[in-house]
């Protein structure tokens, strides 16, 4: 069966518990959106399923096969992370060959096009390049290889609002021209939450969201109004988080829309970005 699978994943550096106890599904032809703030453990997990550290304890499967020291296994995933490791003497377009060689399915026209689409001349070499131009490499190579589980980490790291908004452009042009598993691991929310079918929080280490955007989405609300009022309102309800101004009060509740606006104070959907600052502030 196609897919990656993660079963009771964990892994400690010292007595920093990065991951603990993760178990995850990423099926073909999805774009999933990784989210956790810094330091949350989405790069170690990253790191883990594509066997640049290995976990202390659970299971990791690519398409039913093991995942670690299986060189056929990792051939089928990409990760673009921050790092470059191609030569800094090196030319773009001369990367472009290199990945093409390396990469059974890459596709060298493409990576031309997206070179072009973000402007970035080929003829550069590596230690020439800006952070975002570093980007826009990355993911002119990411976003060709061909590969069916593509992991972007913090993929607009650097990247101006009109590059950030071109890429995501990109990535949705690129996605309905040849479907993959695309996984977005990022702090940034609102600008992908458009892209994203499902959505995995993860904070400290730990899952504490894993379900489909759209049904995310349909039951988190804010409520404000007096506080004495709100107060009662939230009586047995999930709340999430709580902000005061003076009388006024803000509650956020994650359970099912109210069928009908009781009356006295507001209720209003919440976005993905308000859910998770909520779900992962201190």
């Known amino acids: 069966m196609q897919r990656i699978e993660l079963q009771n994943v964990s892994k400690n550096f010292g007595q920093v518990e990065a991951v603990k106890n993760v178990s995850l599904t990423f099926e073909p032809n999805k774009i999933y959106g990784l989210l956790g703030r810094n330091g949350a453990g989405k790069s170690t997990l990253l790191n883990m399923i ?9 299971t990791l499967t690519v398409d039913g096969e093991p995942a670690i020291e299986n060189d ?3 051939g089928k995933i990409y990760l673009m992370s ?3 490791y191609y030569m800094e003497s090196m030319r773009i377009r001369e990367a472009f060959k290199w990945a093409n060689a390396l990469y059974p399915d890459f596709d060298l026209e493409n990576a031309q096009y997206l070179a072009h689409a973000f402007q970035l001349d080929t003829k550069k070499k ?3 390049l800006s952070t975002g131009m570093n980007t826009m490499f990355k993911a002119s190579v990411a976003l060709s290889t061909g590969a069916p589980y593509i992991f972007l980490d913090e993929p607009v790291l650097g990247l101006d609002a009109v590059h950030r908004d071109l890429f995501y452009k ?5 996605f309905a021209k040849r479907p993959a598993c695309y996984v977005i691991s ?4 609102e600008e992908s939450a458009g892209l994203i079918e499902d959505v995995i929080i993860i904070k400290e280490g730990e899952i504490l969201l894993n379900e489909p955007t759209e049904q995310l989405l349909s039951r988190g609300y804010t409520v404000t109004g007096p506080e004495a009022t709100v107060n009662a309102f939230i009586q047995g309800k999930r709340c999430i988080g709580q902000d005061q101004l003076g009388g006024l009060k803000s ?3 994650l359970e099912n829309f109210p069928a009908q606006s009781p009356e006295g104070f507001e209720l209003s959907k919440l976005n993905l970005q308000q859910l998770f600052v909520q779900l992962t502030k201190e």
């Open 126 to 128: 590596m230690k020439e």
């Open 50 to 58: 594509t066997s640049r550290v290995f976990p202390d304890s659970g």
């Open 82 to 84: 921050e790092n470059n």
């Open 72 to 74: 056929r296994a990792m």
């Open 170 to 174: 990109l990535l949705v042009e690129q």
């Open 186 to 189: 990022t702090h940034l929310i």
């Open 251 to 253: 509650a956020y509740i």
